[in-house]
């Protein structure tokens, strides 16, 4: 069983929708990545946040340390935005965990 | 803009032969990381490397091997190939630990072992 679940793990959605994405891990972590990896393989880091709240264009990733979850959000969300997004728990001796990924869908 | 360069996109190889995937990052990173990646599962590390002639063993280090002689290469060895071995594989970098720095990712090799 991995220790980071995501969900959901499959989202289509019309372009122009608010998308969210959530990733809830089993224990304390030091930090959370969001990273997307688009058809063909390539991965992008999208955000590293060990608290609050971080926003980068229309994208928004949020932490609840006591609740152990974080989201992602997309507003405005497009057909480019179509990738797999994963979420990634940092343990205090560094060591990663990767969620399985929720494969995201946006119809023009 | 930290890149990160693997050497083949796809690579076909038989079982038996030896295999090299080379992985190039041109910022001075300290950290590298070789992972593989297969439908269902998350991604897996493989072997780590925090400086140069430095090695440690991730989580699935059996059948692979690395080798870091210069900061900037880290390359991953599969001394014997076998067909469990045909997966995604990636390469990072960071520059300090992934609690503090991003991870930055290599475009991936798809290989195929037959």
């Known amino acids: 069983k991995n220790e980071v679940e995501q969900s959901p793990q499959n989202l289509t959605a019309q372009e122009g929708e608010f998308i969210t994405i959530n990733c809830s891990y089993s224990?304390?972590?030091?930090?959370l990545h969001w990273l997307q990896q688009h058809p063909g393989g390539g991965i992008v880091s999208l955000f590293m946040?060990?608290?609050g709240k971080k926003k980068h264009g229309r994208l928004i990733a949020t932490i609840n340390i006591q609740e152990k979850h974080s989201s992602l959000h997309i507003t405005a969300s497009h057909p480019r935005d179509s990738a797999v997004y994963i979420c990634?728990?940092?343990?205090?001796?560094?060591?990663?965990?990767f969620g399985t990924g929720t494969r995201l869908t946006i119809i023009p | 803009d930290v890149k990160v360069t693997q050497s083949s996109r796809y690579l076909v190889k038989r079982t038996g032969e030896k295999v090299f995937l080379e992985c190039v990052q041109d910022?001075?990173?300290?950290?590298m990381f070789w992972y593989r990646q297969d439908p269902g599962l998350g991604l897996r590390l493989i072997y780590f490397?925090?400086?140069?002639?430095?090695?440690e063993k991730g989580d699935i280090p059996e059948g692979y091997s690395v080798s870091r002689e210069k900061k900037e290469r880290f390359s991953l060895i599969l001394e014997s190939a076998s067909t469990n071995q045909t997966s995604m594989y990636l390469c990072?970098?960071?520059?300090?630990?992934?609690?503090?720095?991003?991870?930055?990712f290599g475009s991936g090799t798809q290989l195929s072992v037959l």
């Open positions: 990072a970098s960071s520059l300090g630990g992934p609690s503090n720095e991003k991870l930055f």
């Open positions: 224990v304390g972590i030091s930090a």
């Open positions: 946040l060990s608290s």
């Open positions: 990634v728990q940092v343990l205090g001796n560094e060591k990663l965990t």
């Open positions: 910022m001075d990173h300290e950290n």
């Open positions: 490397s925090y400086d140069v002639k430095m090695k």
